[in-house]
């Protein structure tokens, strides 16, 4: 099957009101990191086309596209040039950033570190946007076609980096073949890119890039489509994307220090989203990144009016809804359990991991999950979130086993265990689980799994993993028997390595998960293009949840607050997106 876009280019910008109650799938950060969704993906080490690249940042992989205008109140920027139609142009957007901002090179090993994935597209444009009906929008691209061996986008004419130079075929190619090299460490290896090996070519003279896989993937507009273009200067010179740009996108970094960077508008701008333009009314003269680690600080900003637009959780949070700020949420899987499967493990056995799940109350988990960080939490409904998904996941409240004490214990008898007064035994050796966890804060959601599970006659210790721990897992030791994260991804292909394949550190199967059902369900689904492969993912994902490999456990949203006079649109990948910061009267 084939995909053709069914856009041509359009010149004009387009801005779209969504539903608050539609969210997407990945989050921003925190000070302290805890508002991403915290994936172990990044305690495995992804194995590419031919080599292994680092460590995967949390909630890295994530590639639904899906846009949510947020308006919301604060003061207008000093310094404005008022212009009709009720908008504010040429002031300042002020973003409150909550984490270092490492490297501004959207290439560099290190910018997977903090959130340059999502900033890079102020300054670098992408082939093609996704909108949030799951299709898909010009971007650098004015038409495109793909299948699950090959793509073919064609620019749109007309397009400069910010030297002035045209963007060529050739360049977009050479961006391409660059990220997909794991020798090169691009930090989103197998998460903007596919997860197999692929060519990249351009023709100068028709401007047409050529993709073709080494074997099926089906997924390159939603991996290649979406990689942030770097132009030649950059490319030639990396060293100078750490503090300048050097891109198409509608803003140029003009500097960058240790408390943040600073944009500038570019003048004649008008291949943004299906032909967005900065000569847009209400378009920034000027965005800063400002680096506003403590919350309540971000807070008093923005009702002081001295940020435009902040993420904050917990106390903070909840002050600024109870006085009113309006708000943009995105929502993500903000808990999940990751079951060890190693045969010196009790959750080896799928019969007792079955029965744990049994045992768990998720009412009063989401509770929990909700008072530890302010925000409220709902029970994830599968193993992926975001809006819209490329396919829509297996159900979580479906494929799961039946819950309920009775349940859990009649699957431990059949596991070969025996209640012995109020513990269970095999062997001569009592059910012994350990409870990992990667962060303080996940700590009353931990002593509640330790509770539920100990209530139903099995001794359960909690350990909050250490640097060393961490990096031992990487190497193949997980010495647990469950580990409480969560996961920010969208497309189905990137849970595959996670519960199929080799095992760490030659593979991303951390828990060791040998599920054959899934890995033929998987391996005939990555051969289907696109929509046509969704049953056969579903079915693989309920292959996953039914037999507790992993389990989801809540969903919760993370919000952008946007100060008084503040229009922004925000998606999976793009926090804000570029062409929808508006600044209004």
Not at 95 to 103: E, F, I, N, Q
Not at 221 to 243: E, F, K, N, W, Y
Request: hydrophobic content about 35%; glycine content about 10%.
């Amino acid at each position: 099957m084939t995909e053709r876009a069914q856009t041509t280019e359009d010149p004009s910008a387009r801005e779209r009101a969504i539903r608050p109650d539609q969210k997407i799938g990945i989050t921003m950060g925190t000070d302290h990191d805890t508002a991403q969704a915290r994936s172990r993906h990044n305690l495995a080490r992804h194995k590419g086309a031919g080599g292994t690249a680092p460590r995967r940042l949390r909630a890295a992989a994530l590639l639904a596209g899906t846009l949510l205008l947020a308006t919301a109140c604060g003061t207008t920027n000093n310094g404005s040039i008022r212009t009709g139609g009720g908008y504010v142009s040429g002031g300042t957007f002020t973003l409150g950033v909550p984490v270092a901002l490492p490297s501004a090179n959207p290439y560099a090993a290190n910018s997977g570190s903090g959130q340059m994935i999502f900033l890079n597209y102020l300054a670098y444009d992408s082939l093609v946007n996704e909108n949030s009906r799951g299709t898909f929008e010009t971007g650098l691209a004015s038409s495109w076609t793909a299948s699950a061996t090959q793509a073919s986008f064609r620019l749109r004419p007309g397009v400069t980096c910010s030297d002035g130079s045209k963007l060529t075929a050739s360049q977009v190619a050479a961006d391409l073949n660059y990220v997909g090299n794991p020798k090169n460490q691009y930090p989103w290896l197998g998460t903007l890119t596919p997860s197999v090996p692929y060519t990249a070519t351009g023709d100068n003279a028709t401007g047409t890039v050529d993709i073709t896989t080494t074997s099926p993937f089906p997924f390159l507009l939603q991996t290649l489509g979406d990689v942030p273009i770097v132009c030649a200067r950059g490319m030639a010179d990396p060293s100078m994307l750490t503090t300048r740009s050097d891109g198409t996108g509608p803003f140029v970094l003009e500097s960058a220090g240790p408390s943040g960077y600073t944009y500038v508008v570019r003048r004649g701008y008008t291949w943004g989203p299906n032909g967005a333009s900065t000569s847009a009314p209400g378009t920034p003269g000027k965005i800063v990144l400002s680096i506003v680690t403590n919350p309540t600080t971000a807070a008093n900003l923005l009702l002081a009016g001295q940020l435009s637009a902040t993420q904050v959780l917990g106390p903070d949070a909840k002050r600024l809804v109870e006085q009113h700020v309006g708000q943009s949420a995105v929502e993500v899987q903000a808990a999940g359990l990751y079951f060890t499967e190693d045969p010196g493990q009790a959750t080896s056995n799928v019969q007792v991991r079955q029965a744990l799940v049994a045992a768990m109350n998720f009412g009063q988990l989401t509770e929990v999950q909700s008072q530890a960080t302010g925000q409220p939490a709902t029970r994830a409904t599968g193993l992926r979130t975001g809006s819209p998904l490329p396919c829509a996941g297996a159900s979580a409240l479906t494929a799961l086993p039946s819950a309920g004490p009775a349940n859990a214990k009649k699957l431990l008898s059949q596991a070969g265990w025996t209640l012995t007064g109020k513990t269970w035994m095999k062997a001569g050796k009592p059910l012994q689980l350990t409870i990992a966890y990667e962060q303080a804060n996940e700590e009353p959601l931990a002593e509640l799994l330790q509770q539920e599970w100990t209530s139903i006659g099995a001794s359960a210790s909690l350990d909050l993993l250490t640097a060393q721990q961490l990096d031992a897992l990487e190497q193949g030791d997980a010495n647990f028997s469950v580990l409480l994260g969560a996961s920010a991804l969208t497309l189905p292909t990137q849970i595959e390595p996670e519960v199929s394949g080799p095992n760490v550190p030659k593979g991303q199967n951390v828990q060791e998960v040998s599920n054959p059902t899934y890995d033929r369900l998987a391996q005939e689904a990555t051969a289907t293009y696109g929509p046509k492969g969704c049953a056969l993912w579903v079915q693989a994902e309920n292959s996953v949840m039914q037999r507790a490999d992993v389990v989801p456990v809540a969903n919760q949203p993370v919000v952008l607050f946007l100060a008084r006079n503040v229009q922004a649109q925000i998606n999976s990948m793009r926090q804000p997106v570029p062409t929808s910061i508006k600044l209004l009267k």
